[in-house]
């Protein structure tokens, strides 16, 4: 079965701090993974996604296939970045739909 | 233009009863899918319409079902309410297929209560 795990669900760290967000998935497929992004009393948006390998608002993900994992990572955290994060795998073949992690808190302390 | 709109955004029923919640698309998505946000469970697939025919469907039961109109514009029903569908459902479009790479669009919610 396919599974996101996001083994955190709180993380906090101090502004200027690197960051890194956890997500390890389940799936005998080729995995399609982003992340998504809910600041406060705003909608959930996706952040990235590994196809596009590209980096916003400094945040970057790697897709590991070997250790099935698909890190967010930012090397300097900013107070804005404080958000509930998740994590998300796109299953095909039969059964397609986005599987969401259960999210991690991220708090950036002044 | 305007994003994914979902009513109503909150609302009390009681057990037994049966709920519709709406959601609008943001135009030209033909792509609707439904998700219940716990705070145990968190985000969970219910189910996603294409050009107005289920494509999928989560692991929920029967009670809760769910339609697509020419104008891609979504309900889902619930009936025989029970406490443990309290939940925000966010409804979420998209242009083609959420598996398919599609970049979705999250409604702001219903929140619903079950007393």
């Known amino acids: 079965a396919q599974r996101v795990t996001q083994p955190e669900k709180l993380l906090s760290v101090f502004k200027g701090a690197p960051v890194e967000l956890k997500c390890n998935y389940s799936y005998s497929g080729s995995p399609e993974l982003f992340w998504y992004v809910q600041y406060s009393r705003q909608r959930l948006q996706l952040l990235l996604r590994?196809?596009s390998r590209e980096s916003i608002k400094g945040f970057t993900a790697d897709l590991n296939k070997g250790e099935t994992s698909f890190h967010l990572k930012k090397p300097f955290a900013q107070e804005e970045d404080s958000a509930m994060y998740y994590c998300a795998l796109s299953t095909q073949g039969g059964s397609e739909k986005l599987v969401f992690g259960k999210g991690t808190k991220l708090t950036v302390n002044p | 233009k305007a994003g994914v709109t979902q009513t109503p955004r909150y609302l009390i029923k009681t057990r037994g009863q049966q709920v519709t919640l709406s959601c609008s698309p943001i135009s030209g998505h033909r792509s609707v899918s439904w998700y219940q946000q716990t705070p145990g469970q968190g985000l969970q697939f219910l189910f996603e319409y294409f050009s107005e025919t289920q494509r999928n469907k989560g692991n929920f039961p029967g009670r809760f079902s769910g339609r697509q109109f020419s104008n891609s514009r979504s309900e889902m029903n619930v009936s025989t309410l029970e406490l443990g569908d309290s939940a925000l459902y966010l409804c979420?479009?998209?242009?083609?297929?959420?598996?398919?790479?599609?970049?979705?669009?999250f409604g702001e919610g219903s929140w619903l209560t079950v007393v």
């Open positions: 590994h196809i």
């Open positions: 979420a479009s998209s242009w083609g297929l959420s598996s398919s790479g599609n970049t979705i669009y």
